[in-house]
């Protein structure tokens, strides 16, 4: 058995993979999604660039959110796991 597989439950990331893949695309730009993953430290980040900027950089921030949001959802459960909730990839 590999390191990856290990505490790996196909109904937990399923419903992870799509929880952070809609709040993603729908909230982006204040890193809902990151908080959702467990990246609390690349969650501020999104979520101050937005606040501290009044809105300006809510923009790339959303961008960056819808494309990580899309990308979680066209992954498999598998690919998601292994990517970000076991190796814990935090930007796209």
């Known amino acids: ?9 196909d109904e937990e990331v399923r419903n992870k993979k ?5 709040l993603g695309i729908l909230l ?6 990151k908080f959702v993953l467990g990246y609390t ?4 980040i999104m979520l101050l660039v937005t606040l501290l900027t009044f809105g300006v950089g809510a923009a790339v921030m959303y961008v960056i959110g819808l494309i ?7 992954k498999t459960e598998r690919e ?3 990517t970000y909730m076991a190796n ?3 930007w796209f």
């Open 41 to 44: 430290s690349t969650g501020v």
């Open 80 to 82: 998601f796991y292994e």
């Open 68 to 74: 990580e949001g899309i990308t979680y959802l066209l």
């Open 88 to 90: 814990e990839k935090n």
């Open 1 to 9: 058995m590999n390191d990856v597989t290990i505490g790996y439950n």
């Open 18 to 22: 799509v929880v952070c893949g809609v």
């Open 28 to 33: 982006g730009a204040f890193g809902i999604h």
